[in-house]
């Protein structure tokens, strides 16, 4: 159980080595920071359309909300998604806005159990636009979801599975 803590450490602490280099690298914050209402939805697991999965009673919801927080330091964290069932969840992570209008992050989200131990994490990747005069965003998302112990960065590792969907922003502050 320690080991599994270490490495689901280990792996929010490299998201924050690589924001720590974001930040030093010169980019401006833009206009993106701030607090935003995140509504997404999981479009297909593996391929195969999440209504699908949800009508079979494999998943529980196909659709989510969470509180985004983007921070002028090139982190970023979410709330609970509340999507897992008796899982809890915890994501922390980078981004950068490589033009005035478009923004992309890469986040890690731990879900634990309901005895607060890691069991599997994703790392979710986003690429959005600015829409509403820049009172929110909308975008696409790719979910990698791993056991912990495995490394999602070596290529060699094959995830559980892979969500990908849609999400829509307003920014609250």
């Known amino acids: 159980m320690i080991c599994k803590r270490i490495v689901a450490a280990g792996l929010v602490s490299s998201a924050w080595s690589v924001a720590a280099s974001a930040q030093n690298s010169g980019a401006e914050p833009g206009p993106f920071v701030g607090v935003y209402f995140s509504d997404y939805t999981v479009e297909f697991i593996d391929g195969t359309p999440c209504q699908d999965i949800l009508d079979a009673g494999f998943v529980t919801t196909c659709n989510s909300s969470q509180l985004v927080m ?3 330091d090139g982190t970023a964290q979410t709330a609970d998604n509340n999507a897992s069932p008796n899982a809890r969840s915890d994501s922390m ?3 950068d806005s490589p033009t005035a209008t478009t ?3 890469r986040m ?3 879900y634990y159990d309901e005895d607060s131990r890691a069991q599997t994490f994703d790392v979710v990747e986003s690429r959005s636009r600015a829409v509403r005069g820049g ?6 998302f790719e979910a990698r979801n791993y056991n912990v112990g495995q490394n999602p960065f070596n290529p060699d590792e094959i995830p559980n599975f892979v969500n990908t969907g849609i999400f829509e922003t307003k920014k609250l502050r």
Do not use: D, L, M, Y
């Open 70 to 72: 983007v921070n002028a």
């Open 93 to 95: 992570g980078i981004w």
């Open 103 to 105: 923004f992309r992050s």
């Open 108 to 110: 890690v989200t731990i």
């Open 135 to 140: 009172r929110g965003t909308e975008g696409t």
